[in-house]
């Protein structure tokens, strides 16, 4: 995106403090570049920024551009993930982090990705560029590169266009563009090490980075490379005291008693429970009879479940107690091993024309783990493993639902192993180009880019359902039929006379023991348990080019000549996912998984026009209008040829202030994750609408649509634990359309020269938009609608015969619209102190107005606000001080997210003009999250001009989470969950 320099005359000049957003970041990092920044005298040659393919100063893009130093966004943390860092600005949601990246319902090749959500319309809608050039995604599951494959130590600089850009760069760009500018021209040798831990003693973190670069052909040509390791430790839930055990606030009131249609009767719908633990499940098995709940213990006796506080509600949970803790094996960060090689270069083949390349190898390993399968299976009297004091308690009771010798375990199968996935991700991107001058005013670029991505998943503990069941359903072979009188075999086998069925679940079956906590052996884990693989690959090609020129040899307007660009670009993209034969086909808790081979090829064209009306007069130092558009012709049915336009102005009465203004019209295809993804199998807890307590959540449009297809008195469990979901993508999407406006102003005072504030308002609005729901959402859309007749219910499936749910499709599909809007503040100044140092300071905000979808598709007006919920504060900010003196720097940053309704707030205040639903949902202590404040400090040492030691800890005052919110899956993405942090590092520069 950077183009080189070519000395080009300027038609006109801006002093240097227009561009103070952009050099501030840096300033906060390095001595060297406070000082250039204090020099108000130099005047700015123009020069590519984000958002157009024209040459021009970085405040005069009319969409906003808010540009950040590496620096300013890793020297100040113990973070060693430039991705992380992005997400926790105010302008992206920060559900695409690591810790994000592990989902209830995600796929199973994203673990450990760092994505970027602008303004938190979907990850999709975000376009990441490097050096102005399309990336690779980092898997079949999304359409985006993985941060954490682009090298940091080759990065200068972030800029982030925060209005779209579809018409200059393409589809993906409906939110804005992210585009890493790498560095050029360097020389040197750099080393770097960075290790960190939490005051727990884990979640340690450690980076090494060598880069080196020289010229040479007497600074005709220049060769950069850059070597980094890293590696991030795996955090479970159990590691910390807020998510060791799980708590809740969705457990139905025992006391409420609302029903449908009635006014709410003040009493809260849910109550909080503290140590959710299952009383109906457990590690070594538990049976429901008569006289309550027992579970085996690791003797194999039968005890009495102890049930906490006493109180059971729906669905097993107790508070308190020894029933299942579903949060014992889960991971709450995801493991992150990286190692990347990339390499720069260019060379001037002449005065006017340059060769570039870019070359990278990256491979990122990520390991997940999960709980452990949950299989209930019959235990029949004759079972040799039931102790004698398992059989009194049994044979002293009547089992329900089932009789003698039929009894029911409903056991978590923690001792077969817990459920994990090791995923392998190697990257290969390479970058070949020419660019440089036809003419003194014309300049040229054209590129051929290629980008494959290889997945490896490996899917550990992938236990073979029937298999449980078999092995659990012991026997005594009394007569030796199979060979050895009193041995303990599988029934099957005895029933079958033989171990040569021609079945191997049978064949192969050994019986285990499955009554108490830790009794399975490992012969047993061996036979129910399987490792399976699957691969996917990604392929990416573009070929692309430019033509840049302008007018004044022909004419000038009375600002200067009209600037044009001219550009195509062919892209062509493939994905390929093979799943094991056993997961496509198998009873493996991982079944279900489907094959996937798809391609997607566009060829597109745009042009750029830049009129500069006015500049240099009074009262109009700058006026100037802008003009894009593109034509892209997608090979896919139902997409076919499609148009993006934009117009965009800048207005400067004087050099302190200016006015700037954008709009963009654009149609995006849906992209080859999203059509193409893999199909995948997850488990979940939903609660089903249909319930008694759904029904009494819902209105009267619910229970009419659950009475229409659920006969009167059909039990229906709250809540419906293990459901099966298959996520996956689908063929059969049509294109989302966009529309994006923005308008603000930038103050740069005189009087302040190292002052700069922008302001900025943006609305972005989407139809047709592709919407992948969570399988609650899917729920509510599907019952609440007007009629069962509609996309979301078309996603769930019930059993004709008991009318449970059996399982739903997490499928993204072509809903009604999103809406986004709100306001940007971008402020910086810098203080010189004197022989006392310098003071720099950067505060970047946004406030939320509107965040909308319009989701049901009989009735496109009507909002589900998605505002002050959680994950999707209203307000949000950062602030950066770093104060400098003699050869220390001190930094200090404070990260601020503002509260969050817990609920629908359509429940709890008037949403489409309708009066709130259900104001008693929760009680006042709950209703809301509270705001909350992450502040870091760090300390920097600069021994001599090679080197620089620095220290710092992160998460000072470590907040408490509240309730229920833990982990960013399960809405804990604002917060840290590491806690406090304390890092060191150094790094070195040798001559």
């Not at 890793?74 to 430039?82: C, E, F, H, V």
């Not at 299989?375 to 003698?404: E, H, K, M, W, Y």
């Not at 009262?619 to 892209?632: D, H, M, P, T």
Request: net charge negative.
């Amino acid at each position: 995106m950077a183009q080189k320099d070519r000395g080009k005359p300027m038609n006109r000049k801006r002093t240097l403090s227009l561009l103070i957003p952009a050099l501030l970041g840096g300033a906060a990092a390095h001595a060297q570049q406070v000082q250039s920044a204090t020099d108000n005298t130099a005047t700015l040659e123009e020069f590519t920024v984000t958002g157009s393919r024209l040459e021009t100063a970085e405040t005069d893009s009319p969409a906003p551009v808010a540009t950040f130093d590496v620096g300013f966004l890793l020297d100040n943390s113990g973070s060693i993930s430039l991705g992380d860092q992005l997400a926790e600005l105010p302008q992206f949601s920060p559900l695409s982090t690591r810790a994000a990246s592990v989902s209830p319902t995600g796929g199973t090749t994203t673990t450990g990705l760092n994505l970027l959500d602008l303004r938190g319309i979907g990850a999709s809608r975000t376009l990441v560029l490097v050096n102005g050039r399309r990336h690779v995604s980092s898997s079949q599951e999304t359409a985006q590169p993985d941060i954490n494959t682009i090298p940091s130590a080759l990065v200068e600089r972030v800029e982030v266009l925060t209005g779209g850009a579809s018409s200059v760069y393409g589809a993906d760009a409906i939110a804005g563009v992210v585009n890493l500018v790498l560095r050029k021209n360097y020389e040197g040798l750099e080393a770097s090490i960075r290790t960190g831990v939490s005051d727990e003693g884990d979640g340690e973190n450690s980076t090494v980075t060598l880069t080196g670069g020289f010229n040479f052909a007497e600074g005709r040509g220049n060769l950069a490379a850059s070597l980094e390791y890293a590696e991030g430790e795996i955090l479970r839930y159990a590691d910390r005291d807020f998510s060791a055990v799980e708590s809740t606030i969705q457990i139905p009131n025992p006391a409420d008693t609302d029903v449908p249609g009635a006014p709410p009767d003040g009493i809260p719908d849910f109550i909080t429970v503290r140590d959710l633990r299952r009383a109906n499940i457990s590690n070594g098995g538990t049976v429901n009879t008569a006289a309550g709940f027992f579970q085996f213990d690791s003797a194999g006796n039968l005890v009495p479940v102890d049930l906490g506080t006493g109180a059971v509600f729906p669905g097993g949970v107790t508070d308190g107690g020894s029933g299942l803790n579903g949060l014992q094996d889960e991971t709450l960060i995801p493991s992150q091993d990286r190692m990347s090689l990339n390499l720069l270069g260019h060379y001037d083949v002449s005065d006017q024309h340059s060769l570039f390349f870019e070359g990278k190898y990256v491979e990122i390993d990520s390991d997940v783990f999960s709980g452990a399968p949950f299989a209930p299976f019959i235990v029949q009297a004759d079972n040799p493993f039931l102790t004698s004091q398992a059989r009194s308690v049994l044979d002293s009771t009547t089992p329900s639902p089932f009789g003698p010798p039929f009894y029911v375990s409903n056991r978590n199968h923690r001792d077969i192993g817990p459920r994990g996935i090791e995923n392998e991700r190697k990257t290969f991107r390479t970058v070949l180009g020419l660019q440089g001058d036809l003419t003194e005013r014309t300049s040229y670029e054209v590129s051929y880019t290629y980008g494959s991505t290889d997945t490896r998943s490996r899917f550990l503990n992938n236990a073979i359902i029937p298999r449980i069941s078999l092995s659990a359903d012991a026997v005594v072979d009394v007569d030796g039929v199979l060979g050895s009188p009193g041995a303990t075999v599988c029934r099957a086998q005895l029933l079958a006379v033989s171990t040569s069925t021609g079945n191997p679940d049978i064949d192969d079956c050994v019986a285990g023991n499955y009554l108490g906590d830790g009794t399975v052996d490992q012969a047993t884990r061996d036979y129910v348990n399987v490792a399976t693989q699957a691969r996917g690959d990604l392929d990416q090609h573009v070929f692309g080019g430019f033509i840049t020129t302008d007018s004044s040899d022909y004419f000038n307007l009375p600002g200067g000549p009209l600037s044009f660009v001219l550009g195509g670009e062919y892209r062509k993209e493939e994905t390929r996912f093979n799943p094991d034969p056993r997961d496509t086909v198998g009873d493996t808790v991982n079944s279900g998984v489907q094959a996937v081979d798809g391609e997607l090829s566009v060829t597109e064209w745009y042009t750029e026009v830049v009129a500069p009306v006015l500049a240099g007069e009074p009262y109009a130092e700058l006026l100037e209008f802008r003009g894009s558009a593109r034509i892209a012709d997608y090979d896919l049915e139902g997409v076919g040829t499609n148009t993006s336009w934009g117009v965009g102005g800048v207005y400067a009465p004087n050099q302190n202030i200016r006015f700037r203004a954008s709009y963009q019209e654009a149609v995006r295809a849906p992209n080859i994750s999203e059509l193409f993804s893999p199909q995948t199998l997850s488990l979940t807890t939903v609660l089903d609408p249909c319930s008694a307590f759904g029904l009494s959540l819902g209105g009267e449009q619910r229970a009419a649509n659950c009475a229409s297809i659920i006969p009167p008195g059909t039990p229906i469990p709250i809540p419906t634990f293990n459901l099966p979901v298959t996520v996956g993508g689908n063929p059969q999407l049509d294109v989302e359309e966009g529309e994006t406006t923005t308008f603000g102003l930038v103050i740069t005072p005189t009087a302040l020269p190292e002052f700069t504030l922008s302001v900025d308002y943006y609305d972005i609005e989407l139809s047709q938009a592709i919407f992948q729901a969570n399988p609650f959402t899917n729920l509510t859309l599907c019952y609440d609608a007007s009629s069962l007749d509609n996309p979301f219910c078309d996603l769930i499936q019930r059993d004709p015969v008991t009318f449970q749910l059996a399982s739903q499709s997490i499928t993204p599909i072509n809903a009604t619209g999103f809406e986004a809007s709100g306001i940007d503040l971008d402020a910086s100044y810098r203080f010189d102190l004197g022989a006392s140092g310098s003071l720099a300071l950067r505060l970047v905000a946004n406030k939320v107005l509107d965040r909308n979808d319009f989701l049901d598709p009989l009735d496109s007006g009507l909002a589900t606000e998605v505002i002050d919920t959680v994950g999707n504060p209203d307000w949000r900010f950062t602030f950066n001080a770093n104060y400098q003196v003699k050869s220390f720097d001190f930094g200090y940053n404070v990260r601020y997210f503002s509260s969050q309704l817990r609920t629908d707030p359509a429940n709890v205040r008037s949403v489409n003009g309708q009066p709130p639903l259900n104001p008693d949902i929760f009680g006042p202590e709950v209703l809301r999250t509270g705001g909350d404040a992450i502040h870091n400090l760090s300390a920097r040492y600069f021994f001599s001009d090679r080197g620089n030691l620095y220290v710092g800890i992160d998460n000072v005052t470590e907040p408490d989470l509240p309730p229920g919110i833990y982990g960013a899956g399960f809405g804990g993405a604002n917060y840290d969950a590491v806690g406090r942090y304390f890092y060191a590092g150094l790094n070195w520069t040798f001559r």
